[in-house]
């Protein structure tokens, strides 16, 4: 089946250092690729989407490219900031039948420190 | 409405009760999801329902937990005889079928707590 496995946090960072957190991921077919956001006390929310191969997604100075050769979706932002501060999903979503149920990775905590 | 709706919001609940939890999806989304996040985890996968389809319960944790959803509308997931290790928060998602690329609108979760 589907999976995602994506880099174990904590991760903590300074103001304006250049953030990283990797994703790779199993699936048969052209999966379309997401990355959530939890922000603290808050419900989960789409940060950027990626649906073919070579697509950048982006938002809010984020970006991840899905790379179909290295089946990659990696999260990065030049410069961080303290309300970047949250936990980060890596997802995809299959293609046909059954295999469009969202699949999640475990999470990876940010904590941003000014 | 405009976004995924859960109630309740949290729940107390003594153990060995059941529990009734619901999710409102967006109007004209056909598939659902239920999720589980437990304190300081991921999600964990419970079920999904798409359109007629039969749904995909492959990730219910017992035969204590089930689910239903009535046409393209509302869904409830039971928690039969609550044990403590059932304390999570209960994440409800809906999406659009039609395209593949389609993100998925979460509620805002309810809070179980079994003492």
């Known amino acids: 089946g589907n999976s995602v496995t994506q880099m174990e946090g904590p991760v903590t960072l300074s103001e304006e250092a250049f953030l990283t957190i990797n994703c790779t991921y199993t699936a048969t077919g052209y999966p379309s690729l997401f990355w959530y956001v939890q922000y603290p006390g808050e419900g989960l929310q789409l940060l950027l989407k990626a649906t073919k191969a070579d697509d950048k997604g982006s938002n809010k100075g984020f970006e991840a490219t899905y790379r179909k050769e290295t089946t990659s979706f990696h999260l990065e932002k030049g410069s961080v900031q303290v309300s970047d501060s949250a936990v980060y999903f890596c997802a995809l979503r299959g293609s046909g039948g059954s295999n469009y149920k969202l699949t999640f990775g475990k999470g990876t905590l940010l904590t941003v420190n000014p | 409405g405009a976004g995924v709706s859960q109630s309740p919001s949290n729940k107390v609940t003594e153990k060995g009760k059941d529990v009734e939890l619901r999710c409102d999806p967006i109007?004209?989304?056909?598939?659902l999801y239920w999720y589980r996040q437990r304190l300081g985890q991921g999600l964990e996968f419970l079920i999904y329902f798409q359109g007629n389809s039969a749904p995909d319960k492959s990730g219910l944790p017992s035969d204590r937990f089930s689910a239903e959803r009535t046409g393209e509308s509302v869904s409830t997931l039971t928690i039969q005889r609550t044990q403590q290790e059932d304390s999570a928060v209960y994440l409800c998602?809906?999406?659009?079928?039609?395209?593949?690329?389609?993100?998925?609108?979460f509620g805002q979760g309810t809070r179980l707590t079994v003492v």
């Open positions: 109007s004209g989304h056909t598939a």
């Open positions: 998602a809906s999406s659009s079928f039609h395209r593949a690329g389609t993100e998925a609108f």
